[in-house]
């Protein structure tokens, strides 16, 4: 059965930082690109970034560049996002999400399954 | 704002057949493939249509996508009580390095 599980979100000050994991099960890993995804209470979805199969290429959205970064561990299944200079509007769950096809990194938006999402509030 | 323009509301009675749509661009949906997404609340969105017209093993074939230029449009068929939710439509923006698009979500009520 394939499942992702992220884990790390909780309350933090403005300016802080977090890490959140996102533990992977039921396929092979290491031939999936990986996505996080990011809702505000009460708002739509916002892409947030996405880690090539094998770690070595990411791509982050434009608004969130320098503060977000996104790496893997194919050996441990599992993606992770770390988040620096946290604000208030990054208050957010936050789900990692596989990419429909095997190896593709760019050209998709195509994502099943998601986790279960982990929440991220951001004050003080 | 997002750059993929969907309505903000829709609704319909059960039974009945509802379309959502989604517009975009040449560097958007005009080149690449849409995915629509259900969104329960509180709960985690779920592929609902893959590369514009495709659906996955067990959602039920009243939901259907289809695609022409630069616009995309979900149709759901039958409606009913359960689909009352949040949909939005994803696609790859090839601008810049690009990045993934999501549209701003239309909330489906089943009056």
């Known amino acids: 059965h394939v499942q992702l599980g992220e884990s790390g979100g909780g309350v933090v000050q403005p300016g802080g930082s977090l890490r959140l994991s996102c533990a992977a099960s039921?396929?092979?890993?290491?031939?999936?690109?990986m996505h996080w995804v990011r809702q505000a209470p009460g708002k739509g979805l916002e892409w947030v970034g996405v880690?090539?199969?094998?770690?070595?290429?990411?791509n982050h959205a434009d608004s969130l560049k320098g503060r977000f970064t996104i790496s893997r561990d194919n050996f441990g299944n599992t993606v992770f996002l770390q988040m620096d200079s946290l604000r208030a509007e990054d208050t957010a769950v936050y789900y990692c999400a596989r990419v429909g096809r095997l190896y593709y990194y760019v050209g998709l938006a195509w994502f099943d399954p998601w986790g279960q999402g982990t929440l991220v509030t951001v004050s003080s | 704002q997002s750059v993929l323009t969907q309505p903000p509301s829709a609704s319909g009675t059960p039974g009945q057949r509802i379309t959502i749509s989604c517009s975009g661009s040449n560097s958007n949906i005009g080149s690449n493939p849409v995915n629509w997404y259900q969104n329960l609340p509180g709960t985690a969105p779920k592929l609902l249509i893959y590369s514009d017209n495709q659906r996955p093993s067990g959602v039920p074939d009243r939901f259907s996508g289809s695609k022409s230029g630069t616009s995309a449009s979900l149709a759901i068929s039958g409606l009913q009580s359960e689909d009352e939710a949040d949909y939005f439509c994803a696609a790859w923006d090839d601008s810049l390095n690009g990045s993934v698009l999501f549209g701003g979500g239309t909330k489906l009520t089943v009056l």
């Open positions: 880690i090539s199969y094998d770690g070595t290429r990411t």
């Open positions: 039921g396929f092979t890993f290491s031939n999936y690109a």
